[in-house]
């Protein structure tokens, strides 16, 4: 199975502050992976997928970019409303597996 | 704009079973549901995301993660636009909360999620 590793684990950051969040694969997994931001008790949200397609609605200062085993997700200003947690997704035919979460505070 | 609803959680000993249900709603037309890959993830209380099972758009196949299979069953109809998990043999360590989600239409990404619905296995 692929496994997925984000790092760091937790991060915080100001407000303005350019945030690069990284997830790494166990193997070769071409373009398909997506990001999720999630809340405090809110189901996550689809940032972007396919490694660097933005998904409809969400800010542009969200921007993903890799391939292979190396993928980031870069906040390039960070906003109040950008806290939670940040979820990377390996998706592939019928296999699906989340990293283990970076979680985001705004200090 | 899609809506995924939840219901049929709660609290239910270890063994016996439940099942949750997924309405959905707010399609685009010529889009409908039945054109979607759907799927169940759940995410245990203070823990991460884990991808539970997907089934295809018309419900000819049917994938599970290893920590489930055998024991979760999921399932549609498309005619009452409603997604189902048949919970059976359930252990304590199945305690999460459950969200069904819209497979986006490109790719294999996760673009519309329910609210989530609590299933607590207690004695």
């Known amino acids: 199975d692929i496994q997925m590793t984000q790092s760091p684990s937790t991060l915080s950051a100001s407000v303005g502050d350019r945030v690069t969040i990284t997830c790494r694969a166990s193997?070769?997994?071409?373009?398909?992976l997506a990001w999720y931001q999630q809340k405090p008790g809110k189901a996550p949200k689809l940032l972007i997928y396919d490694a660097s397609t933005l998904e409809t609605g969400v800010p542009s200062r969200f921007s993903g970019s890799g391939s292979g085993t190396e993928f980031t997700l870069t906040i390039s200003s960070l906003q109040p409303d950008d806290f939670g947690t940040y979820y990377c997704q390996h998706y592939y035919g019928y296999l699906y597996t989340f990293g283990q979460g970076t979680k985001l505070d705004i200090k | 704009q899609v809506q995924l609803v939840e219901s049929g959680g709660g609290v239910v000993q270890p063994g016996r079973s439940l099942r949750l249900s997924c309405a959905a709603s707010?399609?685009?037309?010529?889009?409908?549901?039945?054109?979607?890959?759907m799927h169940w993830v759940r995410q245990a209380p203070g823990k991460g995301l884990e991808w539970v099972a997907v089934i295809s758009y018309d419900g000819s196949n049917k994938y599970y993660a290893d920590s489930v299979k055998g024991r979760l069953t999921i399932s549609r109809d498309n005619s009452k636009n409603t997604l189902y998990l048949q919970m059976d043999s359930l252990r304590v360590e199945d305690t999460a909360v459950y969200y069904c989600?819209?497979?986006?239409?490109?790719?294999?990404?996760?673009?519309?999620w329910g609210q989530g619905a609590l299933v607590t296995v207690s004695s």
């Open positions: 989600a819209k497979q986006e239409g490109h790719s294999s990404s996760f673009d519309s």
């Open positions: 707010g399609f685009t037309s010529p889009f409908t549901f039945s054109n979607y890959g």
């Open positions: 193997q070769s997994i071409n373009n398909w």
